[in-house]
């Protein structure tokens, strides 16, 4: 079974500090995502990259970072958390090319106060 | 600017009854289209998908109804269930295995 893995299913964190939230996937796929999802906004594409220290800008890369040092880890950084960033946070991981999917971890929720 | 638009917000069927959700895009360069399903507490699962190449793929009492022309696509549960309660969200990408861009979501509730 493919797992991807999100590091914590909850989080609470106070406005101004830095965040990060951890993703690893054990599947040796070359691509990551990070997401957002909130309601009536279906997901949103965040960062993603398709190799080890590559990344791009998804639609709303504002206020985020990410860090790809590992082919298994994708790491998003809020580098000043603001209560606008309490979110469901999605990673999700697939192979390159046709017949590929992307598996999803199961999500962290995100509070900032 | 949202790419993927989908329709309706929110769905009430009774158990037997039909489910249908529709998805309208804008970029032809569009070439995979799936659909996911997400329970509560859960991440998105892949339901279904299709290429612009057909028209329709049916997969059980799921299938995705698919026009080029019109841009849009749509996914038809049959037999809807009470299990068939979640959320889905339709999408599209330039190819397999890269980023999706996704509709606002349906949240679907089958009553018994």
């Known amino acids: 079974d493919v797992k991807v893995t999100q590091s914590s299913r909850y989080l609470v964190k106070r406005t101004g500090e830095k965040v990060f939230l951890e993703c690893v996937q054990d599947?040796?796929?070359?691509?990551m995502f990070w997401y957002r999802q909130d309601p009536g906004l279906g997901l949103r594409l965040i960062y993603f990259?398709?190799?080890?220290?590559?990344?791009e800008k998804g639609d709303i890369p504002e206020g985020y970072s990410v860090s790809r040092e590992k082919k298994e880890r994708f790491s998003l950084i809020l580098e000043s958390a603001s209560t606008n960033q309490t979110s469901m946070y999605l990673c999700?991981?697939?192979?390159?090319?046709?017949?590929?999917?992307?598996?999803f971890g199961q999500g962290t929720r995100l509070t900032v106060v | 600017q949202q790419q993927v638009k989908q329709s309706p917000q929110s769905l009430i069927v009774q158990k037997g009854g039909i489910s249908i959700i529709n998805c309208a895009y804008e970029n032809t360069a569009f070439d995979y289209f799936p659909w996911y399903q997400q329970f509560p507490g859960k991440g998105p699962a892949l339901l279904i998908a299709i290429r612009p190449d057909v028209s329709e793929k049916k997969e059980g009492r799921f299938t995705i109804s698919f026009n080029k022309s019109a841009k849009q696509f749509s996914l038809h549960i049959m037999d809807s269930q009470p299990g068939d309660s979640a959320t889905y969200f339709c999408a599209a990408s330039k190819r397999q295995g890269g980023k999706l861009i996704f509709g606002q979501g349906t949240e679907l509730s089958v009553k018994p």
């Open positions: 990259s398709y190799d080890v220290k590559m990344k």
């Open positions: 599947m040796d796929h070359e691509n």
């Open positions: 999700a991981s697939a192979s390159g090319g046709v017949g590929s999917e992307a598996f």
